[in-house]
C-alpha cells in the first residue's frame, strides 16, 4: 500500500506561490513561468496539512518575505542607542498582545470556532506581561522607561503595530496567528551568541537582556513556534491559507520596519530618544565612554 505524500501550497502574491511536501522540501513556482495555460497551484490547496508542509509553507513566506529586501538589508554593529530603541520597540509590539489575542479569542467563540479559541487564549496567558521586561531593560541601562515609551513609537515599528490591532479586531481574526508566528519564529533565530553580543555594549554590571532572552532560543519561543505549527496544521485548508498570508504580510513589515531603524546612525537615535524625554541622556558604554564625549568628538572632528 502506497503511503499518501501530503503536499500543500498557497499564493502569497498575485504570481508567487509557495509549494511544501510533508518531507520538509519547499519550493517557489512563478506563475509567469509557468508553460502553456495551465496552473495547478491557482486553485487553492484542499485538504488536511502535515506538520513538514505546514513549517515549510509558514517559514517559506518569512524567507520570501526577508528575501525580497535581502539587498538593502542594514548589517550595522549593534550600538546601545539602537539597542534602546530596539527595547522601545519590543515594548510597543507587547504591551497590547494579550488582550488583543483575547479579543480575537471571543470573535472566534462567539462564531463557534472554540478550538481556535482556546488555542488565542493560551497565547494570550503565556505573553502576559512581557512588556514590563523591557520597561525594566529600559530601567537597567538608566532610562525612564515608562516615559520614553508613552512619547517615543519608532516608524519602522507602527505599520507592525498597527497590523496586529487591525487583524485581531477583523470579523475573522485568523491572521492574527500567521503575525504572531512571525514574530516568535523570528525571535527563536536568537541564540546565545546574539545575547552575549548585546551584553558586550551595555555598561559593565547592568543586566538589560531579560526581554531579549525571554525572545529567543534560550526562551520559551522555539517551544510556542512548535505548538503552532501543530495547530495550523491541524487547520481547514482555507485557516492555513490565510495563515500563511499573513505570516509573508507580516514578515515583509517586519523587515522592511527594522530596516528603517538599522539605517539610522548612531547619533540620530540617540536625538530621538533624547526628544522623546525631553532631556539629554548620559549613560558610560562597556568602556565607560559616554554619549557627550562622544557627541562633543563628533563636533571636534566637524570643525
Known sequence: MTTRRIAEWVSVTDDVSIIARESGEVWFHNRNETKGQVDPFAVPMQGSGSLGSTVGLLDGAINLAFTTIERELARPKPTLAAYIVALVGAYHTSVD???????????????????????????????????????????????????????????????????????CAEEYPIGSIGYSYCLERIAALKVKSDIDSVQAICPAGVDATRF????????????????????????????????????????????????????????????????????????????????AQERAAVAARAD
Open 97 to 167: 498582545t494579550a488582550q488583543n489575542l483575547r479579543r480575537a479569542a471571543g470573535r472566534f467563540e462567539e462564531i463557534g470556532r472554540p478550538e481556535v479559541a482556546a488555542y488565542l487564549e493560551m497565547r494570550a496567558r503565556e505573553e502576559t506581561g512581557h512588556d514590563r521586561l523591557a520597561i525594566k531593560d529600559l530601567r537597567a541601562l538608566g532610562v525612564p522607561g515608562e516615559r520614553l515609551v508613552a512619547n517615543f513609537i519608532p516608524e519602522g515599528i507602527k505599520p507592525l503595530c498597527k497590523r496586529f490591532d487591525e487583524l
Open 212 to 291: 531579549l532572552r525571554s525572545h529567543s532560543s534560550l526562551g520559551s519561543e522555539a517551544a510556542h513556534v512548535d505548538e503552532t505549527i501543530e495547530f495550523v496544521a491541524s487547520l481547514p485548508a482555507d485557516d492555513r491559507i490565510r495563515v500563511v498570508r499573513e505570516t509573508y504580510q507580516s514578515a515583509l513589515l517586519l523587515a522592511e520596519g527594522y530596516n528603517h531603524e538599522l539605517l539610522k546612525s548612531e547619533m540620530q537615535l540617540q536625538r530621538e530618544i533624547e526628544q522623546a524625554l525631553g532631556q539629554s541622556l548620559e549613560y558610560p558604554d562597556p568602556q565607560g565612554y559616554s554619549i
